[in-house]
């Protein structure tokens, strides 16, 4: 007995999935969200609890809802959680939770869905899941004889564990420069990692948010972004050489844009660094029983690690087409668009230098406006 399809599911109840969902009910259309966790954003809910928006509200809010004027300007991921669960109220949406989406292919009249609460067909198939469904957790050689503990920044909630014992911090992303900063505040000794040279910049440079900086670069050709950006980067990290801090010879938007590697935007970290209370290190080479050698040879004793090594899509697990529309980092090839499979769109899978929140916002409007034309044409 076929089943018959939902004209729209939207996989994930994150902002992404959220401000679809809003924007299609602004023209009139329903979609089913499913989602597999316990409630709206449950990536937000899982992270580290001094996580902050590196964005200001007044850019980062979902269509329709502005953050509260009582928050401050850089919500907190409670703040976040709570401003979702609001949207979600004031959108009169209602996600199906605890449902897992195991397997879904094309087939007749759009897409067929394997779920853990049984089979489903869609017409159109929004991928909103995000890019953080799998932690990255590389291994290095003798961790196993390591009498401390290794987590992933997905396992660490904040310092007050970790008081008094020497923790090391891998990855120079902003979650791995922003729970030093925490474990610090919690009086452990820290160490962090930093493998490769990386841009660091201030959040605020010359008192407005980086993220209007990255706005307007984003509408520049690489290298004109790359020069102004250098600027203030340049300044920033005068003289974080000699702490172990390296610049790149590329800028930011480069990078971004072949790597996806984000530029560093600072909340207190560099302070610390400078003032010889973070020590930077270079990358692992391998773990002994009481700590790990690094890549110039320095024996570091340890208590714990965190890996802030970052996240990926792991579209391949359940997108059976994956391998289609996806490039080498398994992200999507297009964003909020008609691409090369009808009736499969993708939003949220961007991390853009302009800032995530605003970019779903604005990537969920396109897509609602697509996919308004599909429908109205019958297209499957």
């Not at 259309?29 to 928006?53: F, K, N, T």
Request: net charge positive; charged share 20%; hydrophobic share 40%.
């Amino acid at each position: 007995m076929s089943v018959e399809p939902i004209p729209i599911v939207i996989v994930g109840a994150g902002p992404s999935g959220l401000a679809v969902a809003a924007s299609l009910r602004a023209r009139g259309l329903d979609a089913v969200i499913l989602d597999r966790g316990e409630g709206v954003g449950q990536s937000w809910r899982d992270h580290y609890r001094r996580l902050h928006l590196h964005t200001p509200k007044q850019l980062s809010h979902l269509p329709g809802l502005r953050f509260g004027a009582d928050l401050p300007q850089y919500p907190s991921r409670q703040q976040v959680v709570d401003y979702l669960e609001a949207f979600a109220r004031h959108h009169a949406l209602a996600p199906r939770f605890g449902v897992e989406v195991r397997r879904a292919s094309p087939g007749a009249g759009g897409w067929q869905l394997e779920t853990s609460s049984g089979a489903m067909a869609a017409r159109h198939l929004v991928v909103a899941s995000g890019y953080n469904a799998e932690p990255v957790r590389p291994t290095w050689e003798g961790e196993a004889d390591f009498a401390g503990r290794v987590l992933h920044s997905r396992d660490y909630r904040d310092g007050k564990p970790f008081e008094g014992q020497r923790v090391m911090v891998v990855g120079a992303g902003n979650s791995g420069a922003e729970i030093a900063l925490d474990l610090w505040e919690s009086g452990a000794r820290v160490a962090w990692s930093v493998r490769h040279p990386v841009n660091i910049g201030p959040r605020d440079p010359l008192g407005l948010p980086a993220q209007l900086f990255g706005i307007m670069n984003r509408r520049l050709p690489l290298a004109v972004a790359d020069g102004l950006s250098r600027v203030i980067i340049g300044r920033f990290m005068r003289g974080l050489d000699r702490f172990g801090l390296r610049q790149p010879v590329e800028g930011p938007a480069t990078l971004l844009a072949r790597d996806g590697r984000v530029m560093l935007l600072d909340v207190g970290t560099i302070d610390l660094v400078r003032q010889g209370q973070i020590q930077v290190h270079a990358g692992i080479e391998r773990f002994t029983a009481t700590g790990v050698i690094t890549a110039q040879g320095g024996a570091v004793p340890l208590d714990a690690v965190v890996l802030a090594t970052g996240y990926r899509p792991r579209l391949d697990r359940w997108l059976t087409v994956a391998d289609q529309v996806t490039d080498a980092r398994g992200h999507p090839r297009w964003h909020a668009a008609p691409g090369g499979l009808p009736g499969l769109w993708f939003c949220g899978f961007a991390n853009p230098i302009s800032g995530g929140l605003r970019e779903s916002r604005i990537e969920a409007r396109r897509l609602a406006r697509h996919l308004g034309r599909a429908l109205s044409r019958g297209a499957a």
